[in-house]
């Protein structure tokens, strides 16, 4: 049973960089969501794809951000001109289409911006 | 989607049931319940949910009081490993909303 993957699971970079995560959700799953976390607070919600149709974004989703589900499959989310409050943890999360279905969460990328 | 109560922290020692407690006092009849934990350096398990029955899985039992405005999460026989945040949260159960997570339970088992 493989659950969500996602890769890198620790990206240290210089501020002013950009970064790319990826994620692979459950394979039948065809909802996948980004979550970020920062120390000592419950994940927060950025944005959620049905397929490949990014449906909802948050205000926090600034436009230096942009994910991706191109293909219905796996997602990227990537960062431009990275800022030190940019470091939190990145977490992935999928659910199968249906109501009250429990999303299942990778676990996570961290980053650390210098 | 209705606003969740949680104590802050909890100790239980091993062995021993863990209650966790969960007020949802405004929750509207199309909201479920729904319980995750966090355990450090790791993303959120999904560990129960539902909507106004009691439901028990191999990890745990979801009481859901009759008006609905409270629920507990009952772990039965905890262990050194169910020391975790544990998250309870409400959501209307249709087109795939996002969780909306507040900073949960420290649950700490004591040997």
């Known amino acids: 049973d493989t659950g969500v993957s996602q890769d890198p699971r620790h990206k240290i970079t210089k501020r002013g960089q950009n970064v790319t995560f990826r994620c692979d959700p459950i394979?039948?799953?065809?909802?996948l969501y980004w979550y970020r976390q920062t120390l000592g607070q419950g994940p927060e919600f950025l944005t959620y794809?049905?397929?490949?149709?990014?449906?909802?974004k948050s205000r926090l989703l600034s436009d230096r951000f942009s994910a991706e589900r191109p293909k219905g499959s796996f997602s990227t989310l990537e960062i431009q001109r990275t800022e030190q409050g940019d470091s939190a943890m990145y977490l992935c999360?999928?659910?199968?289409?249906?109501?009250?279905?429990?999303?299942?969460f990778g676990d996570g990328t961290r980053l650390s911006i210098l | 989607d209705a606003k969740t109560t949680q104590p802050t922290s909890m100790d239980c020692a091993e062995g021993r049931a863990a209650n966790l407690p969960c007020n949802h006092s405004?929750?509207?009849?199309?909201?479920?319940v729904y319980w995750y934990r966090q355990i450090h350096s790791q993303g959120p398990q999904y560990i129960i949910h539902?909507?106004?029955n009691n439901e028990t899985n191999e990890m745990a039992s979801l009481i859901i009081t009759e008006d609905r405005k409270s629920s507990t999460l009952i772990l039965p026989h905890a262990t050194l490993r169910d020391t975790a945040v544990y998250y309870c949260?409400?959501?209307?159960?249709?087109?795939?909303?996002?969780?909306?997570f507040g900073p949960g339970t420290r649950l700490s088992v004591l040997p």
């Open positions: 999360a999928s659910s199968s289409q249906g109501p009250n279905q429990p999303q299942h």
């Open positions: 394979s039948e799953h065809n909802r």
């Open positions: 794809f049905q397929n490949e149709a990014q449906l909802e």
């Open positions: 405004t929750i509207s009849g199309n909201e479920y």
């Open positions: 539902g909507l106004k």
């Open positions: 949260i409400v959501r209307v159960g249709d087109y795939g909303q996002n969780f909306v």
